[in-house]
């Protein structure tokens, strides 16, 4: 009703919203993909009309850092906020982050989602949070020292460069306060040899953080570090056979599809999100 971007590509696909009555029958509905947004964009500018919101009930801006062309924009409504600093903050706390914690945010606050995000979900949990942004790697060793920071989040590489220039100052960064890990906006968290550097560093545990602009977050890893968690009552995730797009059962490898359930201003169906992965229904230890 809201979308014309979707009514069109429904009216394509010849398929009605009265034709999807299980998640089976998404199947019938065609993939969105990034390059579809920046054109829709691009033609209707500023924001495209996949937008389904009215302009007034939108509160905030995101974009891609543009690494693969003109960079993507999304909106949020103020419900919109709410529910990712209810999936992140749920997230966080189920490996471990709890009230008292005191939080130190070193990812980018500018144009892309993590650093606010972050900000949003620890103070929902209780935590005194700290936003310190990226860089300035002194400074970020002795926020550590001085306030004893036992929760961070930052890109792999970041934390890794940290503790080298702890090193480098005369501390061993496995003798701070730092004892949870949040890394994510590089490949590292799901590697296990960048995780054991990591955790071996600082003597704390690292978990891997899977989110993009688009769906913020999709999974984090829990406190048993068995693989990461999809937040299933916000997104409906399907895997697909990269070339036909056939669904694939899980413990097949496939990319990740993933359509929003409850977004109000820029909702996704069907986004194709190139990411490799395998769904596995097996509970968890948590």
């Not at 969105?32 to 905030?60: H, M, S, W, Y």
């Not at 570090?225 to 399907?238: T, Y």
């Not at 990319?255 to 986004?271: C, G, M, N, S, Y």
Request: proline share 7%; charged share 25%.
């Amino acid at each position: 009703d809201r979308s014309p971007f979707y009514r069109r590509k429904f009216q394509e696909a010849g398929v009605t919203p009265g034709d999807i009555k299980s998640p089976r029958d998404m199947a019938k509905l065609p993939f969105t993909r990034k390059d579809e947004l920046r054109c829709n964009v691009e033609e209707r500018q500023p924001f495209g009309d996949f937008v389904a919101a009215p302009r007034l009930d939108i509160v905030r801006l995101h974009t891609s850092s543009g690494t693969t062309g003109k960079p993507t924009t999304m909106l949020w409504t103020r419900r919109d906020l709410d529910r990712w600093a209810d999936m992140y903050a749920r997230l966080a706390y189920s490996h471990g982050v709890r009230p008292g914690d005191i939080y130190q945010n070193a990812f980018s606050f500018g144009w892309f989602v993590a650093g606010m995000g972050g900000m949003a979900a620890y103070e929902r949990i209780g935590c005194l949070c700290i936003p310190t942004g990226i860089g300035e790697a002194r400074r970020q060793i002795a926020t550590i020292r001085e306030y004893g920071t036992t929760a961070m989040s930052c890109t792999p590489s970041f934390i890794l460069y940290l503790a080298e220039v702890a090193r480098e100052e005369g501390v061993n960064p496995a003798d701070l306060t730092l004892r949870k890990i949040l890394i994510g906006g590089e490949p590292g968290g799901a590697i296990p040899e960048t995780r054991r550097r990591v955790e071996r560093a600082w003597n704390a545990k690292c978990f891997d953080g899977y989110g993009s602009l688009e769906f913020q977050p999709i999974a984090w890893e829990c406190a048993e570090q068995a693989g990461n968690h999809i937040c299933e009552d916000h997104m409906l995730a399907e895997v697909v056979h990269p070339s036909s797009g056939e669904p694939l059962p899980p413990g097949k490898e496939g990319v990740l599809v993933l359509t929003h359930l409850d977004k109000e201003a820029t909702p996704l169906v069907r986004w194709w999100t190139g990411d490799v992965v395998e769904l596995a229904e097996e509970p968890c230890g948590c």
